[in-house]
């Protein structure tokens, strides 16, 4: 008893101290869970810019009016203060400059240019991830902008006011996204992208429905173009291409993110194949007591078991509580990543997951994919609209390794959630053909797309 009651006083006098350094999607999951598997510890995030825990994926939608209420404010998930309220202290305007991993003590400028040595028993690198800016976007002319956090967002919003004419240097998420919001807005958009086609992370057959849909929709889509320069004196004029000079006074930068690694590097933290920081099931890098997870991090995919770097929101937040479980004593496994996306264009719904086929025959697999174009709902049904989904497995095992679909109507690109499912669990082509999905007029045919697809590919696997 003497034992157990000097035990409890120690720790109470000192309690596990987790630091978190950064405040959004990641961190603050972790924050969160640890603080639930362990009360008593002392748990400290610091964040270096002006909010926590926002939904970045929601940008665009504020950008174009599409919140319940005005502004960006909808955007943020919980406050400071909400995190406070339940034991967690939360330092904003606060940049971790180094780790000192044999000390135990990371170090922390803050608002006011003070430098501190801050201890911790556990710590979590989730300093997320950070737009690439190609020497060209390296500038002072206003008018030029990244969209990664709501202070971009603010700017831009700031920018768009007094523009007419805007140039989207990136045919990806972001771009393809923000072609449509600013269309939506009056303005007169340019979207330029240095690869063959829009959209490249599908295969080919399902890239021209999107930039069908972009040119329909009044983009002015120029592709296998590469940006060698802005134009302008104080606000941009223009962008200039190896095709010649597109004229913009504003111009919307987004050709990909890359992980945030240097504080870990400096650490003596190890990076992965793909660039990001190396960690195992645990989050746990190779430097003991010190974690990782979110957008710096990398991850196993479920279909291939190799390194990947595919930052999604909810692998940040499930990286994140796993994470948090584990800095408090607690044992919990992040089972890796499929690449489930989806994004929103001109109305087109466009989904994938898993593998596709080029990815699959890049990672040595004998792959075999079917198309299938029909329609959502029963084809005489009033609200029956055109989808495409191409459906992979693999030869031999029946093994299914992904799905791609892009549906006309988009609400119906969420049935590539049905494919994440068995993926998941490691199902085959067999599997998905004999799945019990629901079934009524307005919402489906009785055999569902995906149930079609998979029969068709069954017979050439």
Same mark, same amino acid.
């Given at each position: ?69 005005? /502004?960006? #404010? ?6 400071? +203060?909400?995190? *406070? !309220? @339940? $034991?967690? &202290? %939360?330092? =904003? ?76 240097? /990136?045919? #990806? ?6 072609? +449509?919001?600013? *269309? !939506? @807005? $009056?303005? &007169? %958009?340019? =979207? ?89 099931? *645990? ?179």
């Amino acid at each position: 008893m003497r034992l157990t009651l000097r035990w409890a006083i120690a720790l109470k006098l000192n309690p596990m101290r987790i630091v978190i350094v950064g405040g959004v999607a990641a961190g603050m999951s972790a924050a969160s869970r640890a603080q639930r598997q362990r009360p008593d510890a002392d748990i400290v995030v610091f964040e270096a810019g002006e909010y926590i825990s926002y939904a970045a994926c929601g940008l665009p939608y504020a950008l174009g009016g599409e919140l319940k209420e005005e /502004g960006f #404010g909808r955007l943020v998930i919980r406050t400071p +203060e909400q995190m *406070r !309220g @339940r $034991g967690i &202290s %939360v330092r =904003l305007g606060h940049r971790v400059q180094g780790v000192d991993a044999q000390a135990g003590t990371v170090t922390v400028c803050g608002p006011d240019g003070a430098v501190t040595a801050e201890p911790y028993d556990r710590l979590l690198l989730a300093t997320g991830s950070e737009p690439v800016r190609p020497p060209f976007a390296q500038t002072d002319l206003r008018g030029v902008h990244l969209l990664k956090t709501i202070p971009d967002g603010q700017a831009l919003e700031e920018t768009l006011r007094s523009s007419k004419r805007v140039c989207i240097i /990136g045919g #990806g998420y972001i771009g393809l996204e923000m072609a +449509e919001i600013l *269309r !939506g @807005r $009056g303005l &007169s %958009v340019v =979207l330029v992208e240095r690869a063959a086609e829009v959209a490249s992370v599908l295969d080919g057959p399902l890239r021209a429905p999107v930039r069908a849909a972009l040119e329909a929709g009044g983009v002015d889509v120029r592709t296998g173009v590469s940006v060698t320069g802005l134009t302008g004196q104080g606000r941009v004029t223009g962008v200039q291409t190896d095709a010649g000079l597109i004229r913009a006074d504003t111009v919307l930068v987004a050709v990909g993110i890359r992980p945030r690694t240097e504080l870990a590097q400096a650490a003596g933290v190890s990076l992965g194949a793909t660039g990001a920081i190396a960690v195992n099931a *645990r989050q746990e890098t190779g430097v003991p007591g010190i974690f990782a997870a979110g957008d710096c991090a990398e991850s196993l995919h479920r279909v291939t078991g190799q390194p990947v770097y595919i930052p999604l929101a909810l692998g940040a937040n499930r990286m994140g509580r796993v994470a948090g479980v584990n800095m408090a004593g607690g044992d919990a496994t992040f089972p890796g990543t499929l690449g489930t996306g989806i994004f929103k264009t001109f109305g087109l719904g466009v989904a994938l997951t898993g593998l596709t086929q080029a990815q699959a025959e890049k990672a040595g697999l004998d792959a075999v994919s079917v198309d299938l174009t029909t329609t959502d709902a029963a084809g005489y049904h009033q609200d029956a609209r055109p989808v495409h989904l191409r459906l992979t497995g693999e030869r031999g095992t029946g093994r299914l390794l992904g799905a791609q679909m892009v549906a006309e109507e988009h609400h119906a690109a969420k049935r590539i959630d049905v494919v994440a499912a068995l993926l998941g669990v490691g199902g085959s082509v067999q599997d998905l053909f004999e799945s019990d999905l629901a079934y009524a007029p307005p919402f489906s045919s009785t055999w569902d797309f995906p149930l079609v697809a998979a029969d068709r590919l069954l017979r050439q696997l």
